[in-house]
């Protein structure tokens, strides 16, 4: 079972920018599309952005052009560089594979725009 640790949330004013980390137990996680995920108070976890193993990379419109997610498989780790943030992009961000079977969830890390 991989665990997963996200990192680098916090609160930022409209406009700013934040890095998370989404780091992994095990090197199998390099097999896989890793996804970040966010979910907002009284509302469903979404996809934000999704990378492959490959590199090949997909956006929700919601985040396209303003987000960068990328990976380094030497580490374990996904990043997902975070510009021009809005107060609609406040929620506690998740990162896991992009399948129907997922491994647990980690802890998330909290992000807050707000002036």
């Known amino acids: 079972q991989v665990q997963l640790v996200e990192s680098g949330g916090g609160l930022v004013q409209p406009g700013g920018s934040l890095r998370l980390s989404c780091a992994a137990s095990g090197s199998i996680f390099n097999e896989y599309t890793i996804a970040w995920y966010r979910q907002a108070p009284g509302k469903q976890r979404e996809l934000v952005a999704a990378?492959?193993?490959?590199?090949?990379?997909n956006y929700a419109d919601s985040v396209k052009g303003r987000f960068t997610i990328s990976r380094d498989n030497a580490k374990n780790t996904v990043y997902l560089q975070m510009n021009g943030l809005k107060p609609e992009d406040t929620a506690v961000y998740y990162c896991n594979k992009d399948r129907i079977i997922k491994w647990s969830w980690g802890q998330g890390t909290q992000v807050t725009v707000s002036s």
């Open positions: 990378i492959t193993s490959g590199g090949t990379t």
